[in-house]
T-cell receptor, first 115, second 118 residues
């Protein structure tokens, strides 16, 4: 089945540790995105990538890093520099960077808790 | 700047009632796209509908309908004969057309939590 997978579903981290969230898609989508969701805040864009080996900062990129070495994969690293990392993280993808009406489809999310 | 406002934070209805979720958006651009997503308790955002700014026709899909009015910058979502399975958080989102310099960003409202009680 085609779709977006995120792992793990729940992640616990000690303060000061880096942690990497996985996002994989088999939809052959060019563009991928990472959003953060906090209670009552809606979703905010962290990073996005329109094509392999290229990515752009979103609104809240500080304390996060990404890579896009393969079309299918867009891992997000939450570094120790992120002051408030406890949140729900959602990955999304869309069909093509060239399209004008590309809908973003979302994965199931990873809930990160910093202990 | 673009902004999406969902003024209703939480709505609670009894099964079979109709319910309308409001969405008001702000943008100076003439070409843009509006979206509705559903987020059930499992957390995944489920795409419901996309509407471009040139298409003001209302849309109906089963028990769901959407009313897009550019004159009031609103894109409201109505669920007819609500069911318990409709309980979720619903997000409205706005995105500019890329050929007008729009970024990749979807601008989300803060969501409306709908609870349908049996």
């Amino acid at each position: 089945d085609g779709g977006i997978t995120q792992s793990p579903k729940y992640l616990f981290r000690k303060e000061g540790q880096n942690v990497t969230l996985s996002c994989e898609q088999n939809l052959n989508h060019d563009a991928m995105y990472w959003y953060r969701q906090d209670p009552g805040q809606g979703l905010r864009l962290i990073y996005y990538s329109q094509i392999v080996n290229d990515f752009q900062k979103g609104d809240i990129a500080e304390g996060y890093s990404v890579s896009r070495e393969k079309k299918e994969s867009f891992p997000l690293t939450v570094t120790s520099a992120q002051k408030n990392p406890t949140a729900f993280y959602l990955c999304a993808s869309s069909i093509t960077a060239q399209g004008l009406t590309d809908t973003q489809y979302f994965g199931p999310g990873t809930r990160l808790t910093v202990l | 700047a673009q902004k999406v406002t969902q003024a209703q934070t939480e709505i609670s209805v009894v099964e079979k009632e109709d319910v309308t979720l409001d969405c008001v958006y702000e943008t100076r651009d003439t070409t843009y796209y509006l979206f509705w997503y559903k987020q059930p308790p499992s957390g995944e955002l489920v795409f419901l509908i996309r509407r471009n700014s040139f298409d003001e026709q209302n849309e109906i899909s089963g028990r769901y309908s959407w009313n897009f009015q550019k004159s009031t910058s609103s894109f409201n979502f109505t669920i007819t004969a609500s069911q318990v399975v409709d309980s979720a958080v619903y997000f409205c989102a706005l995105r500019l057309a890329r050929d007008q310099g729009g970024s990749e960003k979807l601008v989300f409202g803060k969501g409306t939590k709908l609870t349908v009680n049996p």
